[in-house]
């Protein structure tokens, strides 16, 4: 074999192994777009002020992305934004939820029949204290669907007080299917119900000292 055949051999091999090293370490395109991430979830992106929609509201607020961490387009609930609101701002709809501990608390509290009483109770005034200031949320009876697609995000603003260390967010999201035509089979019932939770736990430390917790 002539030196110039075994060079050009040789650089047919290279170029093959590259190719074949290139297909095997390439992301295979899975449900998940980032592996490290939800397939849903939201980031935190600032503090700052805001219309707020009721007189029972403070002014601050917090800014918020929702992220479609998938490769299926996802539908969520929304509203109109205040008109100073920026470019691309979505009112987002969410619930504002009691904390599981908390609704035991108050809800169901263990049996004190008997028991001696020695003073009020001030952990479970404190936690019913707690549950009459919950706010509400802004779930409305009606509302628009935003397509959020693969890989993207919609930005949102919250009230503070609408985290808490007794409560929490729960956003309500869904795939975008194709619908089915005709009627659906009696025998067939139930339907997914999702929802992102986010809490006051969920903020980065930094924000979580601005608001004035630890």
Known sequence: MTRTRFL???????VVSMTLLAQ??????????????????????????GAPRSADEPNSRIWLRFTNNCRIPILVRANGVPDESPKGEVGLEWEVVLDPVIQRMVFFPPSTKDQPQTGPNTESQKSERRTDEMPRGYMEEVASLVTVGP??????????????????VEIPFEFELPKGKGPRDPLNGGEPNMVVQYSLWDLPPKARTELGEK
Not at 24 to 49: E, Y
Not at 151 to 168: A, D, T
């Open 151 to 168: 890989g993207e995000e919609i930005l949102f603003r919250m009230p503070v007080n609408h985290l808490s260390k007794w409560w929490h």
């Open 8 to 14: 050009s051999l040789l650089i047919v091999v290279c």
């Open 24 to 49: 095997s370490t390439k992301t295979d395109k899975g449900f998940l777009i980032d592996v490290n991430l939800p397939f849903v979830c939201v980031k935190f992106d600032h503090i700052g002020p």
